[in-house]
């Protein structure tokens, strides 16, 4: 939908205005769900570029989860019920060498419950090797069943192209490490001359933790790279099959706060497109014009930045007034007469490879797509007056400022209002005073200075 061609002047205004007080966190929306999340997912992209340190640093930030040095058995464990929030049930599990009040008791048994665990015998003071490492990561990522599945001589193939001689393993540890190599769990630059009873490194074990992430859904999601050759295909097919969305619970709470001038619009999205990136390195870019979107990725490309590109497609509802006439398709008509307006939107989600790169990003926007004067020149496509790009992170030259969050328990839409941090306290009191049950949560973040200063009245 473009602006230019669908609202006048006045609308215009209000529009951009629903984008600056409520819009968007790194989530995401589609009316067809499961078409982008095949886009969003692609694993050539993580397996081509992301690894041991890129693994790492997604543990440490996501789950503070650090293992380094000479890691034992029993860390591994507590770092994957860590990861995965796995807890025993309670039901009784005994352990040969493991008492009840031991500190990695817990984690034990619930992987133990989790069938990650085969027991009586823990040995978690043992130096982890690798493959014990492998076999604990093949379960956790639910591939067990599928090792099970080796006949002896599929096996004995798949370790003699590795160099593991026959006979150095066991018939289910033999089955374990080929179905590790064949699914891509074991990367091949791992799996080389495996030495099963060898003490697991730092690559492997961080190597590991993230391939079960990525086999479970848990890693970050993108639609590639911008230096990717496809990526404007992927692009396309993100937006084409997003939609505008309809999550009625939480529409009858924002709208109803549009009706008591609480905001003057809002953004829906869907965490199920949330792109999970490392907010250290990442940042959300929103828009409307796809158009926009293209020339982005190709204005960055020309910059030399090549990031990881997440398409999260939002739906903004901003306030129309009857006296500006045909409000078009896809409104609601409130009690006072004028209308509350559904469009489709977007917002880019960036994972620089650097902070550098990040800390470029204002200075490129400032120069090539933020309008200072009418019809500017040397601008791409659809530039807006205050561009709205933010971090979840402190950046220098980025303003403060509050999403005042709208979740829902039973749902995975969200809806996210912007304020100034001193406006978030109305904000949120309004809400709660239309329903007391709201589930409410306002954090702070960094967004970029042209939409601050729209949000205290400035025009430009």
């Not at 990695?104 to 989790?114: H, I, P, S, T, W």
């Not at 926007?365 to 200072?372: D, G, L, Q, R």
């Not at 904000?427 to 709201?438: E, S």
């Amino acid at each position: 939908m473009k602006r230019t061609a669908l609202f006048s002047t006045k609308m215009l205004a209000a529009f951009l205005l629903s984008s600056s007080l409520l819009f968007t966190q790194a989530t995401a929306f589609a009316a067809t769900p499961v078409a982008v999340q095949a886009v969003s997912t692609a694993p050539s992209s993580v397996s081509a570029k992301d690894g041991a340190a890129q693994y790492k640093q997604f543990l440490q930030e996501k789950y503070d989860v650090q293992l380094s040095g000479k890691v034992t058995k029993g860390q591994l464990i507590e770092a994957v019920a860590d990861i995965f929030d796995y807890k025993p049930s309670g039901k009784e599990v005994t352990f040969t060498d493991l008492t009840a009040d031991a500190p990695v008791f817990k984690a034990a048994a619930a992987l133990y419950e989790q069938g990650i665990l085969a027991g009586p015998s823990i040995q978690a003071d043992e130096q982890l090797t690798n493959y014990v490492a492998v076999a604990i990561a093949l379960r956790a990522a639910d591939l067990k069943e599928l090792a099970s599945t080796y006949p002896a001589a599929k096996a004995d193939n798949v370790l003699a192209k590795v160099q593991v001689k026959k006979g150095t393993l066991g018939v289910k540890a033999s089955q374990e490490v080929a179905a590790a190599i064949d699914t891509g769990l074991l990367p091949a630059s791992l799996s080389q001359g495996f030495k099963p009873n060898a003490p697991a490194s730092d690559e492997l074990i961080q190597t590991l933790l993230g391939q079960v992430l990525i086999t479970k859904g848990l890693y970050k999601k993108y639609i590639g790279y911008t230096s990717d050759s496809d990526i404007y295909a992927k692009l396309s097919t993100a937006y084409e099959t997003s939609d505008l969305i309809d999550a009625p619970k939480l529409q009858k709470l924002v709208n109803a706060g549009l009706e008591k001038e609480l905001f003057t619009g809002y953004n829906i999205k869907d965490t199920r497109y949330d792109a999970n990136f490392i907010d250290s390195l990442s940042l959300i870019y929103g828009h409307s014009d796809f158009k926009h979107a293209q020339q982005l990725i190709g204005l960055l490309r020309s910059e030399g930045i090549d990031a990881k590109v997440q398409f999260e497609p939002k739906t903004s509802a901003f306030l129309f007034l009857a006296d500006w006439g045909d409000p078009g398709p896809n409104v609601v008509q409130i009690a006072n007469g004028n209308y509350i307006a559904f469009a489709k939107e977007y917002d880019l989600a960036f994972e620089f490879a650097t902070a550098a790169d990040k800390a470029a990003f204002d200075g490129i926007i400032e120069k090539f797509a933020k309008k200072n004067v009418a019809d500017q020149q040397g601008l791409i496509y659809g530039s807006w007056w205050q561009p709205l790009y933010y971090s979840n992170t402190k950046l220098a030259n980025y303003e403060v400022i509050t999403n005042n969050l709208i979740s829902d328990p039973d749902s995975t839409y969200t809806v996210n209002p912007f304020s100034l941090n001193e406006d978030s306290a109305k904000v949120v009191a309004g809400l709660k005073a239309i329903d007391p049950t709201a589930v409410i949560t306002p954090f702070e973040f960094w967004v970029d200075k042209p939409f601050f200063r729209y949000l205290h009245g400035e025009a430009s």
